[in-house]
Structures are given as structure tokens and as C-alpha cells.
Nanobody
């Protein structure tokens, strides 16, 4: 079992920055990949960024060059640095972890609102 706890969401003006954090507990040594997904009202959940235990990253085209995902394996924590935020980045952001056995775990979500 893996438990994920997110933090760092909030309200920010367009062009601003936020950093999301997701800490894993339970059996984090079984985690292969961690990532962030987001879901806006009326939309499907979409992948924002992911990072494997080896450090390989993947980004949605819409956030490339603006968002950076990183991982602190010693702290079992993944971060999402979000810069140059746009109103269309407004969504609930969910942390995701996939174990070596390909089991998915989800955090409760954190709201990010980009508005003036």
C-alpha cells in the first residue's frame, strides 16, 4: 500500500508560479513512476508530467517549458514546479504513483486556480 499526500495548491495570478509537493508513505520503495494529473470541470483527467525512479521525465505538450517535475527519492517526494501559469491551468491536480506491480495509487487532489 502507498499513501500519497499533496500540498501546495492555491490561487495565483496569470504569469505566477506555484510548487506542488506529493509525499509517499507506506511502501514507497515499490514505486516505479510518480506523476501529476489534472482535471478541470467537464474535462477528463489528463497527464501533466511524470518521472520514473531512474529520473526519466515526460510532459504534456501544453506545459512543456513552463512546468518541471522533480523527485527526491530520499524523501519519497515528487515536486511540480509550475511557472508562467495560465488560466487554462486551473484544475484539481492529483498525484499518482505506479508500483513495480503496475498498481496505481492516487492522492486526494489539490486545487490550483489561476485567475486575476
Amino acid at each position: 500500500q502507498v499513501q500519497l499526500v499533496e500540498s501546495g495548491g492555491g490561487l495565483v495570478q496569470p504569469g505566477g508560479s506555484l510548487r506542488l509537493s506529493c509525499s509517499a508513505s507506506g511502501s514507497p520503495f515499490n514505486i516505479y513512476r510518480m506523476g501529476w494529473y489534472r482535471q478541470a470541470p467537464g474535462n477528463q483527467r489528463e497527464l501533466v508530467a511524470s518521472i520514473t525512479s531512474g529520473g526519466s521525465t515526460n510532459y504534456a505538450d501544453s506545459v512543456k517549458g513552463r512546468f518541471t517535475i522533480s523527485r527526491d527519492n530520499a524523501k519519497n517526494t515528487v515536486y511540480l514546479q509550475m511557472n508562467s501559469l495560465k488560466p487554462e491551468d486551473t484544475a484539481v491536480y492529483h498525484c499518482n504513483a505506479i508500483t513495480l506491480a503496475r498498481v496505481n495509487y492516487w492522492g486526494q487532489g489539490t486545487q490550483v486556480t489561476v485567475s486575476s
